[in-house]
């Protein structure tokens, strides 16, 4: 995926939004939650490695 965090938050909003709607078909709302799932995968994984990248800043500061 090339996205950045802020474009994959925006498109999860969209999609929650439209799916909230209940006024699609089936099959389009399983493909979108289906989206919906690796964009969420792919958030949390660019969220658990900035929370890392602050970690390993303060291990060094505090090593120095």
């Known amino acids: 995926m090339n996205l950045t965090y802020e474009q994959a938050?925006?498109?999860?909003e969209e999609i929650v939004s439209m799916l909230e709607e209940?006024?699609?078909?089936l099959e389009e709302s399983l493909a979108l939650y289906?989206?919906?799932?690796?964009l969420s995968?792919?958030?949390l994984?660019?969220?658990e490695n900035a929370?890392?990248?602050i970690i390993d800043i303060n291990e060094a500061v505090?090593?120095?």
């Open 51 to 53: 929370k890392q990248k």
């Open 41 to 43: 995968e792919f958030c």
């Open 62 to 64: 505090n090593n120095d």
């Open 9 to 12: 938050t925006k498109r999860l």
């Open 22 to 25: 209940g006024t699609l078909p």
């Open 45 to 47: 994984k660019k969220l």
């Open 34 to 38: 289906e989206e919906g799932t690796k």
